[in-house]
């Protein structure tokens, strides 16, 4: 049961940004990775289809023997998480926007959340919000156009910057500390933000804090491996693979899979 992987999936190859922390914190865990590349972005669909899109993703991992799966996308995670916590057996680990470390540290009480639209209309994110960022002034802004740039390796690109000035000029206007990424594609982008940035504008996202809980619940389900073990690593994809494989320097096993 123990050696059963891991089950990683996102509307496509940002969630490898998950999928790299956990690796690096739990080394000896095999896992499967699912990019549903030809169904991105899912920021743009409405809940029926994100949820749709969830659960054909979850019974492919299931099938697959995962003992748990991670929802690498905060898009799936605000708009689907409870039904599938509801409806299967197998813990699930969800990605929220990292609203309450950015309300708990801003100096000047204004942070900015770059995200998609499907996850800044979500309940769940405004639940959050409302929770952890009260008194807080919190500049919300859709990342239009972002995924489809980077699920069509245009990361570096001319139009990358251009839509990344757009989105930040109304939040630097505003005096933010903090900007949060709300989507697994955007810690791609800490390179290109880093020099866009002023230096005292701080970056977080919820890579590191999801690949935690993820051991935690691993852990407490006694699912953990304790052994060493090689680790057997699969990426699929659906889409491009030669876009998966850039995005993860060729380190990974990759294939494509029809699902
Ligand atoms: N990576 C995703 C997220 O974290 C979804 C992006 C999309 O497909 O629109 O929200």
Do not use: W
Not at 175 to 204: A, Q, R, W
Request: hydrophobic share 40%; aromatic share 6%; charged share 15%.
């Amino acid at each position: 049961m123990m050696k059963t992987p891991i089950g990683i999936f996102d509307s496509g190859i940002g969630g490898t940004s998950i999928f790299k922390e956990i690796h690096t914190l739990l080394p000896n865990e095999n896992i499967i990775y699912l990019a549903d590349s030809r169904n991105a972005p899912y920021g743009n669909k409405s809940q029926e289809e994100i949820l749709q899109l969830c659960i054909k993703n979850t019974e492919l991992l299931i099938r697959k023997n995962c003992k748990l799966i991670v929802v690498a996308c905060n898009t799936a995670t605000t708009n689907a998480i409870t039904y599938l916590r509801t409806n299967y057996e197998v813990p699930f680990i969800g990605i929220e926007p990292a609203i309450k470390p950015a309300a708990l540290n801003t100096q000047t009480k204004t942070i900015g959340i770059l995200a998609t639209k499907g996850t800044l209309s979500s309940h769940l994110f405004h639940k959050t919000t409302d929770l952890y960022a009260s008194g807080i002034k919190v500049i919300e802004q859709v990342g239009e156009g972002i995924v489809p740039l980077i699920e069509n390796a245009m990361l570096d690109s001319i139009e990358m910057e251009t839509l990344l000035d757009r989105y930040l000029e109304p939040m630097l206007a505003q005096n933010i500390d903090f900007l949060v990424l709300g989507c697994t594609h955007y810690p791609y982008l800490i390179p290109m933000l880093s020099k866009m940035l002023p230096e005292h504008v701080k970056i977080i996202d919820s890579g590191l804090a999801v690949a935690k809980q993820t051991e935690t619940v691993l852990a407490s389900n006694k699912l953990l491996i304790t052994s060493n073990n090689k680790a057997s690593i699969y990426l699929y994809s659906n889409g491009n693979i030669q876009v998966l494989n850039t995005i993860l320097k060729n380190q990974f096993d990759t294939a494509y899979l029809d699902f």
